[in-house]
């Protein structure tokens, strides 16, 4: 598999953020994107409980990285996530971006998050939006 490029100040992938994940991020032969990441203490919300919001970046994150294996540069515009059960620190999380439709500009994804016991913890989907202009050389620039 072969890793999607990140942003180097990214909280979800970037390498030189020292507060973030750090994550990586593989495109499977079938196009979609895949990342694995342990339930860290420091991103809990309730005691001994993943936050919910890095769920959701996690998931955004994993959507829009198979819209970039496509080499299309986007920003999210839309995105609702269900969140299914609760992730204890130090379970291990897999998370999984599928591109679903493609009209134009516009590309809807769908993405699952699983624990290590193999049950969705969240479920997500999402519409980006090809950047464009400014924006584009924006998103360039920040490539590691």
């Given at each position: 598999m072969k890793e999607v490029v990140r942003y180097k100040d990214c909280f979800v992938c970037g390498e030189q953020n020292e507060i973030g994940l750090k994550a990586k991020f593989f495109v499977r032969d079938d196009g979609a994107v895949i990342s694995k990441i342990v339930a860290d203490a420091r991103f809990q919300?309730?005691?001994?409980?993943?936050?919910?919001?890095?769920?959701?970046?996690?998931?955004?994150?994993?959507?829009?990285?198979?819209?970039?294996?496509?080499?299309?540069?986007?920003?999210?515009?839309?995105?609702?996530?269900?969140f299914k059960r609760p992730v204890l620190t130090g379970q291990k999380i897999s998370f999984t971006g599928t591109v679903t439709e493609e009209r134009r500009r516009v590309f809807k994804a769908v993405g699952s998050a699983v624990n290590d016991l193999g049950e969705e913890v969240a479920s997500s989907k999402a519409t980006y939006l090809e950047a464009k202009g400014d924006l584009y050389s924006i998103l360039t620039e920040s490539i590691e």
């Open positions: 919300g309730y005691k001994d409980v993943l936050h919910g919001g890095i769920i959701s970046s996690m998931l955004d994150e994993v959507m829009i990285k198979a819209v970039l294996a496509k080499g299309v540069f986007a920003v999210t515009a839309e995105m609702t996530v269900k």
